[in-house]
């Protein structure tokens, strides 16, 4: 599965606070992804290495097509710490 490759590949890098996919209780096809990096120069490494290793993202997106594609919806949000 690829969300177990990419949890281990992703939590071994020493940039990576945290990388969790989580699954509904509730509906077993409902899954959230919590990624936490120490900087925004970090994230943006680690979404260019999903590209160059995924392939390019789909019109209008930040993501490799090959990610978003294995679910129904997706809609990256993106969040900055305040606290």
């Known amino acids: 599965m690829l969300a ?3 949890t281990v590949d992703f939590r071994r890098r ?3 606070i945290s990388y969790l996919f989580n699954q ?4 077993r096809h409902e899954f959230i ?9 970090y994230m943006d490494a680690h979404i260019t290495a999903l590209v160059e290793s995924l392939g390019t ?3 209008g997106e930040a993501l490799p097509e ?3 594609s294995i ?3 997706a809609k990256p949000e993106f969040y900055r710490t305040i606290v």
Do not use: G
């Open 71 to 73: 679910y129904e919806s």
């Open 33 to 41: 992804l919590f990624e936490e990096w120490e900087n925004q120069p």
């Open 57 to 59: 993202p789909a019109p």
């Open 4 to 6: 177990s490759k990419l």
């Open 24 to 27: 509904s209780f509730a509906c």
């Open 66 to 68: 090959k990610i978003l």
């Open 14 to 16: 020493e940039d990576c």
